[in-house]
C-alpha cells in the first residue's frame, strides 16, 4: 500500500514541480515573465507585436499562420489579410526566407530564428532581454543590452517604449513573450489538458487497485 502511494507521489511529482514554477536564476536583472498560455487576449496581442516589430528580420518557422489563427481564435481571414506580408497561402511557414548572408553583413551578425527561442534561453530571459535596452553611443546602433552584452540588434521596440511608458511597455513585452512561449510549444496546452486527465485517471484507478489489494492478502494475513 505505501508503495502503492509513492508511485503515484512520484508520477505526480514532475507536474507538481512544474506547477511551483521555476526562478528566474542568474540572468542579471532578472524580471519573471508573466506567462499564461491560456489568456488568450494577451497572445494575440503578443502575435500582433512579433509579426510587426520582429518578423521584418527573425524567422519563425516551426510555426504556421494557420495554427496559430487556430490555436489562438484568430480568423485566418484576419491573418491573411493583416499578418501575412511573404506569402499568400495560409499553410506557409511564418518564414520569409531571409538571406543570413547578408543579414550577417548589415548588422554584424544574422538575426537567429525565434521559434524556439523561448526554450533555449527561457522566458524570463527573453522578456528580460526586451526589457533591457539602454542608450550606448558607443555601439553601431547607439543601444546595448543589460542582458546581452554588445548585442548586433537594433531596440526595434524604443518607440513602443516611449509611446506606452515603462508600465504600458511592460505589459506589451509580457504579451509578446507570453507569444514566444506559445510558439516554442505550440501543443503545450493540449499536452497539460491531457495531463490533467491522465492524473485523474490514475486517481481514479487507485481506489481499484487498492481494493483488490486489499481482498487479495485478506486471508494471508
Ligand atoms: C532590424 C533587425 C531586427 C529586428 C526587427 C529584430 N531583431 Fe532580434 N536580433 C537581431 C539581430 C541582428 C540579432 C543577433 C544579435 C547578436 O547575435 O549579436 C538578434 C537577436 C535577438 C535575440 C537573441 C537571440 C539569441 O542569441 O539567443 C532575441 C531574443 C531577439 N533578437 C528577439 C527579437 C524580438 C522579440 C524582436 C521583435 C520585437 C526582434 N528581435 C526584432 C535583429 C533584429
Known amino acids: 500500500m505505501k508503495k502503492l502511494f509513492m508511485m503515484l507521489m512520484l508520477m505526480l511529482s514532475p507536474a507538481l514541480v512544474q506547477a ?35 518578423m521584418g528580420c527573425h524567422s519563425a518557422k516551426y510555426l504556421r499562420y494557420e495554427r496559430m489563427a487556430q490555436d489562438l481564435d484568430i480568423d485566418p481571414k484576419l491573418v491573411a489579410e493583416y499578418m501575412m506580408f511573404t506569402t499568400d497561402k495560409v499553410g506557409d511557414a511564418m518564414d520569409p526566407k531571409f538571406n543570413q548572408k547578408d543579414q550577417a553583413k548589415w548588422f554584424g551578425n544574422a538575426p537567429p530564428d525565434l521559434s524556439l527561442e523561448t526554450r ?22 547607439g543601444v546595448n543590452n543589460r542582458v546581452f552584452k554588445d548585442v548586433a540588434m537594433p531596440h526595434v521596440l524604443g518607440d513602443l517604449e516611449e509611446e506606452l511608458g515603462p508600465e504600458g511597455y511592460e505589459e506589451a513585452v509580457g504579451d509578446l513573450t507570453n507569444f514566444m512561449t506559445y510558439m516554442a510549444e505550440p501543443i503545450r496546452t493540449e499536452r497539460e489538458r491531457l495531463g490533467i486527465f491522465v492524473l485523474l485517471f490514475l486517481a481514479l484507478l487507485f481506489v481499484p487497485v487498492y481494493l483488490l489489494n486489499k481482498e487479495y492478502w485478506k486471508d494471508v494475513k
Do not use: M
Open 20 to 54: 511551483a514554477g521555476v526562478t528566474c536564476g542568474d540572468i542579471p536583472h532578472c524580471h519573471k515573465a508573466p506567462v499564461d498560455l491560456h489568456n488568450k487576449e494577451s497572445l494575440q496581442n503578443g502575435a500582433k507585436l512579433f509579426i510587426s516589430y520582429c
Open 120 to 141: 533555449l534561453r527561457s522566458p524570463d530571459w527573453v522578456y528580460t532581454y526586451l526589457l533591457n535596452f539602454y542608450p550606448d553611443a558607443k555601439r553601431p546602433w
